[in-house]
Structures are given as C-alpha cells and as structure tokens.
C-alpha cells in the first residue's frame, strides 16, 4: 500500500508557475506509475500527465503538453509536475495518484489517492 501527499499549490497569476511535489510512503515507490489528475469545480476529474515506474516514459493530456512537464525522483519518493505558462482553465483541484498496471489515462488503472492541493490562477 502506498500513501501519496500532494503539495506545492496556490495562487498564481496568469503566466506564471508552480511545481507540484507528490511524496510517496509505503510500498516500494519505483512500483508505481504515478499520475497527476484534476478536478474543476462542478467537472470531472481528468487526466493531466503520468510517468512510467522507472521515469522513462512520460504520458500528457494535449491540453498541457507544452507547458507541463512530469518527472521523479526515486531516491527521494518523490514526483514532480513543473507547470509553466499557467492559464486560468488550469485551476482546479490537482490529484497524484499510483497505479501499477492499466492504462495511464484512466482513473481505475489508479489504486492509491493523495488528498489533493488546490492551484488557483486569476487572470
């Protein structure tokens, strides 16, 4: 079992960044691909990015792929999401999760939840 803690969010301007940090307890980390979701208020959660268990691949909704970027470190349990270029649309509740098998892009490939970090970006 894996515990996830998101943390690293707030309130930006529009433009501006933020680096999300989702720390990971628990099982052996480097099981897990880990994933980032968001969830607008009165929308469904939707996928934003993933990255395979060894860091290798990297996986993005087209709606980020330029402006986000995923990583992790496994010394540390630890997963990033760096997101430069902030819009208002990307406010939203931000979600890490752990899978260890199943499509990326999906939520029931996921097992383990963080309670999520707010980012708030007025324009």
């Known amino acids: 079992q894996a515990q996830l803690v998101e943390s690293g969010g707030g309130l930006v301007q529009a433009g501006g960044s933020l680096r999300l940090s989702c720390a990971a307890s628990?099982?052996?980390?480097?099981?897990?691909?880990i994933g980032w979701f968001r969830q607008a208020p009165g929308k469904e959660r939707d996928f934003v990015a993933a990255?395979?268990?060894?860091?290798?691949?990297?996986f993005y909704a087209d709606s980020v792929k330029v402006r986000f970027t995923i990583s992790r470190d496994n010394a540390k349990n630890t997963v990033y999401l760096q997101m430069n270029g902030l819009l208002p649309e990307d406010t939203a509740v931000y979600y890490c999760?752990?899978?260890?098998?199943?499509?990326?892009?999906?939520?029931?490939?996921?097992?383990?939840w963080g309670q999520g970090t707010q980012v708030t970006v007025s324009s």
């Open positions: 999760a752990a899978s260890v098998s199943g499509s990326v892009y999906y939520e029931y490939s996921y097992a383990y």
């Open positions: 990255i395979s268990a060894t860091g290798y691949s990297t």
């Open positions: 628990g099982r052996t980390f480097d099981d897990y691909t």
